[in-house]
Nanobody, 124 residues
């Protein structure tokens, strides 16, 4: 079992940056692919980025390519999402999730464990 706790959200002006962290419990963290998703009010949860267990592969939504970077430190059981050049449309609750499905999947239902989420608000 994996428990996930996100942190690092907050209020930032458009063009600013935030770094989200997701701390995982459990000795098998390094065997999971990790993903970040987000959900804005009234919208479905959408894929943001994913990273393979060995950090070999990453995957990004088109809307965040070139602005967001996902990384992980298996020694610290932590995955990160560096968000630069933030836009008001990035405003959402951001969730990290863990999966053994592989292929840095973009499909939420293929993720087995989820954190509670952290709010990111970007003002114009």
């Amino acid at each position: 079992q994996v428990q996930l706790v996100e942190s690092g959200g907050g209020l930032v002006q458009a063009g600013g940056s935030l770094r989200l962290s997701c701390a995982a419990s459990g000795r098998t963290f390094s065997s999971y692919d990790m993903g970040w998703f987000r959900q804005a009010p009234g919208k479905e949860r959408e894929f943001v980025a994913a990273i393979s267990w060995g950090r070999v592969s990453t995957n990004y939504a088109d809307s965040v390519k070139g602005r967001f970077t996902i990384s992980r430190d298996n020694a610290k059981n932590t995955v990160y999402l560096q968000m630069n050049s933030l836009k008001p449309e990035d405003t959402a609750v951001y969730y990290c999730a863990a999966t053994k499905y592989g292929a840095t999947t973009m499909t939420p239902t293929r993720y087995d464990y989820w954190g509670q989420g952290t709010q990111v608000t970007v003002s114009s």
